[in-house]
């Protein structure tokens, strides 16, 4: 499995004894936009610091694996590589326990409970992708609620649209530490997708943090 990644330049620990540490940083800076029909989005760049460090002992140390789903009446390859961690589960680094908990720190007051599961997924080169989707699977169908995401690796575009189709109504390119939080009824109300890029595009490991019952 290849995983060569082209460091950040912007992803360098500074002096001190903590020289390279690899841990969420502070969440004074999120910034908030309103997406309508109750729907908004949290954004946070390069918030987890030694990025590319995380990046490559997810890569290693994860036990990544392949799926097959059926998809108009055949059995195709789910294009990227997945891994989930369930409530109580431990999480494959110190740094993903870190971000939870400051996560359920800043947000648990507003979401009324805690994220308790971590899915992941390893974009490995601009073939993989995720197509457009809301997690509406359990009670993201028809509540209110949160799903925050962790990039690291290389930015891919993560793209946002109003249900139903349309035109793209917001482009984030996310990776080497950078944070979105999906809140409101933008799971019910809106769509989101990583699409395939013909640009050179190296591997990205999305860390998606939820909630009891959202998936």
């Given at each position: ?16 004894p ?12 999120v ?9 908004w ?15 490559a ?13 059926e ?11 997945l891994?989930h ?34 899915g ?25 609620t ?12 993560l ?25 409101g ?11 395939k ?10 860390i ?8």
């Amino acid at each position: 499995m290849s995983h060569a990644l082209q460091g950040s330049l912007f992803d360098q620990a500074g002096p001190g004894p903590e020289a390279g540490a690899v841990r969420p940083g502070s969440l004074d800076g999120v910034r908030r936009t309103v997406l309508g029909d109750g729907a908004w989005v949290d954004v946070l760049r390069g918030w987890v610091s030694g990025a590319d460090e995380l990046f490559a002992r997810l890569a290693t140390d994860v036990p990544w694996r392949a799926e097959r789903r059926e998809m108009y009446e055949r059995t195709v390859d789910v294009p990227r590589l997945l891994c989930h961690y369930g409530r109580g589960r431990p999480l494959p680094h110190p740094a993903l326990d870190a971000a939870r908990a400051a996560l359920n720190e800043r947000y648990g007051p507003e979401l009324g409970e805690p994220f308790v599961t971590a899915g992941l997924c390893y974009y490995r080169d601009g073939r993989d992708s995720v197509a457009w989707h809301g997690d509406r699977i359990g009670r993201g169908a028809h509540e209110d609620t949160m799903v925050a995401i962790v990039s690291v690796g290389a930015p891919r575009d993560l793209l946002l649209r109003p249900r139903g189709g349309g035109r793209t109504a917001a482009r984030y390119a996310l990776g080497h530490g950078d944070l979105i939080v999906m809140g409101g009824s933008c799971q019910r109300t809106w769509e989101h997708a990583v699409p395939k890029s013909a640009r050179a595009a190296g591997p990205r490991i999305s860390i998606q943090f939820r909630p009891r019952g959202v998936l």
